[in-house]
């Protein structure tokens, strides 16, 4: 198809979906489908649940039940692909635009999303606005500024009998405008007013307005609710609606949305329309003509220092009281915040290859900044509650009670701290100053000190904030690395891992069950291997008295995977996992030190070596960064 042909199909298109029709026939498409005239909330509130949601089960899914314990937890699919770490707050936007939609107090009180630089606020307003771009056309009457509502022009005395015929509530009045062309053009006889339909666009200003910050010293209200237009004052009387321009945010967003971006910059005199668009959805028009009906979604948002100074000032009281302040804090998960960086590195059009555990290098240090200290645990301890891992305590699962520190913490967690966009301009630049067109963890954290020496923040916050990436996430990577080379040393270690696992799953349920282990091969009965569970159970610290506690607890906990459903597998019971792992590694250590270590190789050692590239690259480094990782470790990590 060439463009030409394109073009006319295309055109050809925009024809047959043009509509018009009387308000007579309008009716007639009310009465089948009483749907069409919903309000904005309930517009909204349906396009977001079109593509409906799932509630996670944390009974079924562990890790969720140590975040959330027995909390009723659901995730929107409109926003899964955007949005990561704060399936909270969406909720509470939901449960904002699900009463708004029932006709509630909320619909007729503005959404307000306050939170720090770069949590996310604006993202959801313009995923909401995007939305309503891809939505179906709404019916408005032809040649209406405020695109309002057809039934509007059912008169007062009429609409509680057209509302039983219909099924719908009518809600709203006329325009200025419409009331004078109902007279003057059609002489009163609103069945034949025209009706078409109009779509939703951003770059149009149709039933989506935006509102930024205005210079103080120039606020003019006119760009809220149009203007009376001077050329026409001539020809018409100042009360003539024709002299309107109806062209304000309120306006154009009418049966829409309309966003005040860092609303509270604005003086408060400017926002007095919004004081009646909610509480009595009308808003002024200009000149001297009577209110007019307006029928939107109003979202502001700002940050937390423009709310507080807002807020503080008791005059205010009347805006702050049509207010639903919902907070929208940085997320605190480390998984769901590496996928922010994975969705945004991906829809850029970086090439470079990512070395393991760069992100999490980087989603680490943003979490350790915005956690709250603890007198209970460290702050990697909490990051890693945080985040739905085990904590591995001499051989048992530490309980930490999330709640108790989410409590100690206070609601302000997750309100301060380095902000997303921070993060990725450190990514961003780890790749620009990249030379084989690969980042891994070092560079990434050489990229953030760089970064953070360059903040113009107290010299307190950027040390607090060096010793995290220089004293916890530098030796906290130093041991992953550690771990990860000595694994890559052991050939088939996953395999090895499983044998371990499944021989010692043997022993334990015959130990606790007092019965006898038959050899798969001689079909002898034998007593459960003690010598081989204390092997494993103390590299994790497990004392000789406390060894049938741990063999009780492993099967137990595997008798309740079964029950479940679940998988069983070495990972499932995270302090056999790492009982399993560290006994595995152990052998390899020494040998892993002395030929990562060595410049001059024998032919067994060159073997060995070559065997671990290998495994490494296929967990996923390429060559450039393996050799990075593995000179950075012959240099730091074994240096004795």
Same mark, same amino acid.
């Given at each position: &198809?060439?463009? =030409?042909?394109?073009?006319?199909?295309?055109?050809?298109?925009?024809?047959?979906?043009?509509?018009?029709? !009387?308000?007579?026939?309008?009716?007639?498409?009310?009465?089948?489908?009483?749907?069409?005239?919903?309000?904005?909330?309930?517009?909204?509130?349906?396009? /977001?649940?079109?593509?409906?949601?799932?509630?996670?089960?944390?009974?079924?899914?562990? $890790?969720?039940?140590?975040?959330?314990?027995?909390?009723?937890?659901?995730?929107?699919?409109?926003?899964?692909?955007?949005?990561?770490?704060?399936?909270? !707050?969406?909720?509470?936007?939901?449960?904002?635009?699900?009463?708004?939609?029932?006709?509630?107090?909320?619909?007729?009180?503005?959404?307000?999303?306050?939170?720090?630089?770069?949590?996310?606020?604006?993202? @959801?307003?313009? *995923?909401?606005?995007?939305?309503?771009?891809?939505?179906?056309?709404?019916?408005?009457?032809?040649?209406?500024?405020?695109?309002?509502?057809?039934?509007?022009?059912?008169?007062?005395?009429?609409?509680?009998?057209?509302?039983?015929?219909?099924?719908?509530?009518?809600?709203?009045?006329? *325009?200025?405008?419409?009331?004078?062309?109902?007279?003057?053009?059609?002489?009163?006889?609103?069945?034949?007013? &025209?009706?078409?339909?109009?779509?939703?666009? /951003?770059?149009?200003?149709? %039933?989506?307005?935006?509102?930024?910050?205005?210079?103080?010293?120039?606020?003019?209200?006119?760009?809220?609710?149009?203007?009376?237009?001077?050329?026409?004052?001539?020809?018409?009387?100042?009360?003539?609606?024709?002299?309107?321009?109806?062209?304000?945010?309120?306006?154009?967003?009418?049966?829409?949305?309309?966003?005040?971006?860092?609303?509270?910059?604005?003086?408060?005199?400017?926002?007095?329309?919004?004081?009646?668009?909610?509480?009595?959805?009308?808003?002024?028009?200009?000149?001297?003509?009577?209110? @007019?009906?307006?029928?939107?979604?109003?979202?502001?948002?700002?940050?937390?220092?423009?709310?507080?100074?807002?807020?503080?000032?008791?005059?205010?009281?009347?805006?702050?009281?049509?207010?639903?302040?919902?907070?929208?804090?940085?997320?605190?998960?480390?998984?769901?915040?590496?996928?922010?960086?994975?969705?945004?590195?991906?829809?850029?059009?970086?090439?470079?290859?990512?070395?393991?555990? !760069?992100?999490?290098?980087?989603?680490?240090?943003?979490?350790?900044? $915005?956690?709250?200290?603890?007198?209970?645990?460290?702050?990697?301890?909490?990051?890693?509650?945080?985040?739905?891992?085990?904590?591995?305590?001499?051989?048992?699962?530490? $309980?930490?009670?999330?709640?108790?520190?989410?409590?100690?913490?206070?609601?302000?967690?997750?309100?301060? %701290?380095?902000?997303?966009?921070?993060?990725?301009?450190?990514?961003?630049?780890?790749?620009?100053?990249?030379?084989?067109?690969?980042?891994?963890?070092?560079?990434?954290?050489?990229?953030?000190? =760089?970064?953070? =020496?360059?903040?113009?923040?107290?010299?307190?916050?950027?040390?607090?904030?060096?010793?995290?990436?220089?004293?916890?996430?530098?030796?906290?990577?130093?041991?992953?690395?550690?771990?990860?080379?000595?694994?890559?040393?052991?050939?088939?270690?996953?395999? %090895?891992?499983?044998?371990?696992?499944?021989?010692?799953?043997?022993?334990?349920?015959?130990?606790?069950?007092?019965?006898? /282990?038959?050899?798969?091969?001689?079909?002898?009965?034998?007593?459960?291997?003690? =010598?081989?569970?204390?092997?494993?159970?103390?590299?994790?610290?497990?004392?000789?008295?406390?060894?049938?506690?741990?063999?009780?607890?492993?099967?137990?906990?595997?008798?309740?995977?079964?029950?479940? %459903?679940?998988?069983?597998? +070495?990972?499932?019971?995270?302090?056999?996992?790492?009982?399993?792992?560290?006994?595995?590694?152990?052998?390899?250590?020494?040998?892993?030190?002395?030929?990562?270590?060595?410049?001059? $190789?024998?032919?067994?050692?060159?073997?060995?070596?070559?065997?671990?590239?290998?495994? &490494?690259?296929?967990?996923? +480094?390429?060559?450039?960064?393996?050799?990075?990782?593995?000179?950075?470790?012959?240099?730091?990590?074994?240096?004795?």
């Amino acid at each position: &198809m060439n463009f =030409k042909e394109l073009i006319e199909i295309d055109r050809k298109k925009r024809k047959t979906e043009d509509f018009q029709c !009387t308000f007579l026939h309008y009716l007639e498409i009310v009465k089948s489908n009483p749907d069409i005239c919903k309000l904005s909330h309930k517009r909204i509130y349906d396009i /977001i649940l079109e593509d409906e949601f799932e509630v996670l089960d944390t009974e079924e899914n562990l $890790r969720l039940r140590k975040i959330y314990g027995n909390e009723v937890l659901k995730k929107y699919n409109f926003f899964s692909k955007d949005f990561f770490g704060i399936d909270k !707050t969406l909720m509470k936007i939901m449960n904002y635009f699900y009463s708004a939609s029932m006709k509630g107090e909320e619909s007729r009180q503005v959404l307000y999303l306050v939170g720090p630089v770069g949590s996310g606020k604006s993202s @959801i307003v313009e *995923c909401i606005k995007k939305a309503l771009e891809k939505s179906e056309d709404i019916y408005v009457l032809k040649g209406c500024p405020m695109r309002e509502e057809p039934l509007h022009l059912i008169p007062k005395h009429l609409r509680g009998e057209f509302e039983k015929i219909l099924g719908v509530k009518i809600e709203g009045d006329l *325009c200025p405008v419409c009331k004078y062309r109902l007279k003057e053009e059609y002489n009163g006889e609103y069945e034949r007013f &025209m009706v078409e339909k109009s779509g939703f666009s /951003i770059r149009s200003r149709k %039933g989506i307005g935006i509102v930024p910050p205005v210079d103080p010293n120039n606020q003019d209200a006119s760009a809220l609710v149009g203007a009376v237009d001077i050329s026409k004052m001539d020809l018409y009387p100042e009360d003539d609606p024709r002299v309107l321009s109806l062209n304000g945010a309120f306006n154009v967003s009418n049966r829409g949305l309309v966003e005040f971006i860092e609303v509270f910059k604005n003086d408060v005199e400017y926002l007095h329309s919004i004081i009646t668009a909610t509480q009595e959805k009308s808003i002024p028009s200009p000149g001297k003509a009577a209110m @007019i009906y307006f029928d939107g979604v109003i979202i502001a948002h700002s940050n937390e220092a423009e709310w507080n100074k807002f807020k503080g000032d008791h005059t205010n009281e009347a805006i702050l009281d049509r207010i639903v302040r919902i907070e929208v804090p940085y997320c605190l998960e480390l998984n769901e915040e590496k996928k922010i960086y994975e969705k945004i590195l991906k829809n850029s059009n970086f090439n470079v290859h990512i070395a393991p555990h !760069t992100i999490d290098v980087a989603a680490m240090f943003a979490i350790l900044t $915005r956690l709250s200290p603890s007198v209970k645990v460290d702050l990697l301890t909490k990051l890693r509650i945080y985040n739905g891992e085990d904590i591995i305590d001499k051989g048992g699962t530490k $309980r930490i009670d999330i709640l108790e520190l989410k409590e100690e913490s206070g609601i302000k967690e997750g309100m301060s %701290g380095i902000s997303t966009r921070f993060i990725i301009k450190a990514i961003d630049n780890a790749i620009c100053e990249c030379k084989n067109s690969c980042i891994n963890p070092l560079s990434i954290i050489e990229s953030l000190i =760089k970064s953070i =020496k360059d903040l113009d923040i107290a010299e307190e916050d950027k040390k607090r904030y060096l010793s995290f990436i220089q004293d916890i996430i530098r030796k906290e990577y130093n041991k992953i690395l550690e771990n990860e080379i000595n694994m890559a040393f052991i050939q088939g270690f996953k395999e %090895g891992a499983e044998t371990l696992f499944n021989n010692y799953l043997d022993n334990a349920e015959a130990y606790v069950n007092n019965s006898k /282990i038959k050899d798969s091969i001689t079909g002898e009965e034998l007593e459960p291997d003690e =010598k081989f569970m204390r092997s494993i159970e103390e590299k994790i610290g497990v004392s000789e008295s406390s060894s049938k506690g741990f063999r009780m607890d492993v099967t137990s906990y595997m008798l309740y995977l079964l029950r479940k %459903g679940g998988k069983i597998d +070495y990972t499932c019971y995270e302090p056999l996992k790492e009982a399993i792992e560290k006994k595995l590694t152990f052998s390899a250590r020494e040998i892993s030190r002395i030929i990562t270590k060595s410049k001059i $190789r024998d032919k067994e050692q060159n073997e060995k070596y070559n065997s671990m590239l290998k495994e &490494m690259e296929q967990n996923g +480094y390429c060559t450039h960064c393996c050799e990075m990782v593995l000179n950075y470790a012959a240099n730091n990590l074994w240096k004795d």
